[in-house]
Nanobody, 126 residues
Framework: QVQPVELGGGLVHVGGPLRSSCAAS????????MGWFRQAPGKEREFAAA????????YYADSVKGRFTISRDTVKNTMYLQMNSMKPGDTAIYYC???????????????????WGQGTQVTVSS
């Protein structure tokens, strides 16, 4: 079992940077993929980025590619999402997630994801 816990989020101005963190625990973490999903008001939850915990391969949604960077620290068991060039459309609750599915499968349907954090609000103000 994997338990993700988001740390961070907050308020940022348009064009600014923000970094969110996710602490993860669990003996099977190495066999999981971890990722970030987000849900804006009135919209369905959507995939943002994911990373293979064991070898660090990354995968991004087109909407964040080139602006967001996902990474992980295997010593601290912490995943990061560096968000740059923030847009008002990035405003959402951001959820940290973990699942044993392959990266691309994890990105296609949030409903298959096994483990979720509690979510953290990210607001981009203009």
């Amino acid at each position: 079992q994997v338990q993700p816990v988001e740390l961070g989020g907050g308020l940022v101005h348009v064009g600014g940077p923000l970094r969110s963190s996710c602490a993860a625990s669990g003996r099977t973490l190495i066999s999981h993929r971890m990722g970030w999903f987000r849900q804006a008001p009135g919209k369905e939850r959507e995939f943002a980025a994911a990373i293979s915990w064991s070898i660090g391969i990354t995968y991004y949604a087109d909407s964040v590619k080139g602006r967001f960077t996902i990474s992980r620290d295997t010593v601290k068991n912490t995943m990061y999402l560096q968000m740059n060039s923030m847009k008002p459309g990035d405003t959402a609750i951001y959820y940290c997630a973990a699942d044993p599915s392959p990266l691309r499968q994890m990105s296609t349907d949030w409903r298959i994801v096994d483990y979720w954090g509690q979510g953290t609000q990210v607001t981009v103000s203009s």
